[in-house]
């Protein structure tokens, strides 16, 4: 009987041991739709969950810190959290948002499939935004996130994260990342370190990586030239993922790259050591 128990006690050690992880940095908190709270916890908390997805807890300088993305579609007014802590006690803790009127953006699309697309791309559509969807919602417990991220391309900042977009004069839904234009061919160096999770061709996101940091920390690529790496590889910070290009609805090569926490799409800048997007 002595081998399971200990082996049972092995488990739980390592569970709690890898419930939360210790950063070197955190993102700049902005409490408002498309910002990411940063909020301090009582400092055992195992595991919390916001909106029902799994929200990120990290140890930073002795304290503990919740880190939730907040979606562009959140109402201001208080938002409320779960954390659970070792002894498996939940708590309700929460956070007040405030409105912030975003920009708009008017883009005009000679391709008219892509602001209208018929039956076919529809269901073309559908698929690929449940394989995404998953995506966005993986959690990976062993990789450690680093929230400190430098700029994937080396170019102009075209369009600004959480703009209400009219394609053709047709309200869209608004834009969930930081646009960064350059030419066809310019490298795209991984902004942090992490392992690619998906690649593939989209409808309106063109040649396409999603890379994962950890923890449900999860960016997004589009509208590549070249992809040059594969599922699974591990990615050190600054190294060539792929080429800007022109691929998907467009106006124009340039990199479109998002951030996902807790499968929210939330402003790239936070992660830069900038303030939030105008
Ligand atoms: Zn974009």
Known sequence: M??????????AICNFALAEVTVDSLPQSSLVPGGIAVVPVHGDAVSGSFRNERILLARYDGAQYAI???????EPGPQQFNITDRD???SLLQF???????RERHLTITNERQVNPNAEDMERIGR???????????????LAPEFAMSLPVDGVRSSSFGSR?????QPRNPHSGMDIAAPEGTPILAPAPGVI???GNYFFNGNTIIMDHGHGLISLYCHMNTIDVEPGAVIAAGEQIGAV???GRVTGPHLHWSVNLNNVRVDPALFLGENPSP
Do not use: C
């Not at 939730?68 to 959140?74: H, N």
């Open 68 to 74: 939730i993305g907040i979606p562009l579609d959140a």
């Open 245 to 247: 290009g022109s691929t």
């Open 165 to 169: 977009s009219f394609f053709n004069g």
């Open 128 to 142: 690929e935004s449940v394989e995404m969807r998953r995506a966005f919602s993986t959690w990976s417990e062993s």
């Open 197 to 199: 999770l998906t690649t």
């Open 88 to 90: 498996g006690e939940e």
């Open 96 to 102: 007040e948002i405030v409105h912030k009127q975003y």
């Open 2 to 11: 002595r081998v399971p128990i200990f082996a049972f006690i092995a488990i």
